[in-house]
């Protein structure tokens, strides 16, 4: 063979080899690309799927603050407010001039009630209740709290920043609503108790009284007015002493009485009997003499 077609020969071997050898790494990076693409393009539909899931979270979340923020209604910051110490009276430091309950005031309407809450500190705040606007001015207005306060209440409203609302939801109402019940079932409850207190504490007073009366009378009462008994002075435990003791006096001189009594009776039987032996021996002598017998009385 010529030499130069072994030159090409030998060429076209190299140009084979590296064309395969080419083509063998295109391949291969051809490969990686497309794993890489269906990697990322899985990837991406996954993150889609993500984002549209969220994306219906956030939409949910925010449907329900809008919700929430409809049941809720308008708030008001009212600073400088205070209980005014009567009745269930607040003063609240925000009026129409921010827009509280202004559409009603221009119109001539009933105002509204309102729900007063008192900053507590933080994001806490206390709730004091629903109140009926009254008095009406640009940049401060009256509460007048629409239930009976319970005692001791308003001591606890604190004056300070209020916060104002003119809504509340229904399932806090129905909350607030159960626990007022509560709060007068458990005032009648502790009214009947005192009430019932006072009435013990009364007959222990009286039993007190009558326990005194009756010691005074067994003990005697040295404060006795002027005038009373000795017995009343003494009490009947002296009293009864006393008698007991004038009573075994005479008890005694009724024995002694009796004894004597007894021992003159025996002397005078003695007598008559000495009388009697006397008579019968004058009777027998004069008898015997002849004589008539005197007579002889016997004493």
Known sequence: MHKLGIAFLVLAIFGIITAFVFTTMLLDVRSKWRKSLETA???????????????????????????????????????????????????????????????????NKPLPDVFVFAKAGGNSADFLGQ??????????????????????????????????????????????????????????????????????????????????????????????????????????????RRLESERDLILAHVDQLRHELNDQYVQLRETMDANAAMVNKITQEAESAGTAAPQVTAR
């Open 131 to 240: 109140f009926n606007l009254a008095n009406l001015q640009v940049d401060n207005a009256t509460g007048q709290l629409t239930r009976t306060p319970y005692a001791g209440e308003e001591a606890g409203w604190k004056s300070g920043e209020y916060r104002v609302r003119d809504s509340i939801p229904a399932g806090w109402r129905f909350t607030f609503a159960s626990l007022e019940g509560e709060m007068l079932i458990a005032q009648r409850k502790l009214e009947s108790q005192r009430e019932l207190l006072e009435t013990i504490n009364n007959q222990i007073t009286e039993s007190r009284k009558s326990l005194d009366q009756r010691l005074a009378e067994l003990d005697g009462d040295a404060e006795a007015p002027m005038g009373a008994s000795q017995e009343v002075l003494d009490g009947l435990v002296q009293t009864l």
């Open 41 to 107: 393009q899985a990837a991406a539909t996954q993150s889609s799927e993500e984002r549209a899931k969220e994306l219906r979270k956030v939409l949910t979340l925010e449907e329900e603050i809008a919700r929430e923020m409809h049941a809720w209604g308008d708030a008001w910051d009212a600073p400088n407010s205070q209980a005014a110490g009567r009745n269930g009276i607040v003063q609240l430091g925000v009026g129409t001039g921010r827009g509280l309950a202004q559409k009603e005031a221009a119109q």
